[in-house]
């Protein structure tokens, strides 16, 4: 069964940087696609960032380009997000998941959602 563990979030304030981490049973990140998702309150789900394991390849939402960097130990098994610059914006429960295909534009998740890091940037 796979089971995803997120964790690191917290209150920050604009501008301020936050590294969240994806800890996962039953899926090996060196092998599958993963992303990071995060939802606003009243927003739908929405992907933030993409890492193909097997050729290193990355890929960012476009209001987090430049900000934040998906990473992985696979020593660990665990997946990163490192947020700098943050924004309100940026606010939202963050999640990991695995896909194996896009629809629509959207990293397709396949495994169930795991509890979330709550992120709230605010002066």
């Known amino acids: 069964q796979v089971k995803f563990v997120e964790s690191g979030g917290g209150l920050v304030q604009p501008g301020g940087s936050l590294r969240l981490s994806c800890a996962a049973s039953?899926?090996?990140?060196?092998?599958?696609?993963m992303a990071w998702y995060r939802q606003a309150p009243g927003r739908q789900r929405e992907w933030v960032a993409t890492?193909?394991?097997?050729?290193?390849?990355?890929n960012y939402a476009d209001p987090v380009e430049g900000r934040f960097t998906v990473s992985r130990d696979s020593t660990k098994n665990t997946v990163y997000l490192q947020m700098n610059n943050l924004e309100p914006e940026d606010t939202g429960v963050y999640y990991c998941?695995?896909?194996?295909?896009?629809?629509?534009?959207?990293?397709?998740?396949?495994?169930?959602w795991g509890q979330g890091t709550q992120v709230t940037v605010s002066s």
């Open positions: 998941n695995i896909f194996t295909e896009w629809i629509d534009r959207y990293p397709d998740p396949i495994a169930t």
């Open positions: 039953g899926v090996t990140f060196t092998t599958s696609p």
């Open positions: 890492l193909i394991p097997s050729t290193g390849l990355r």
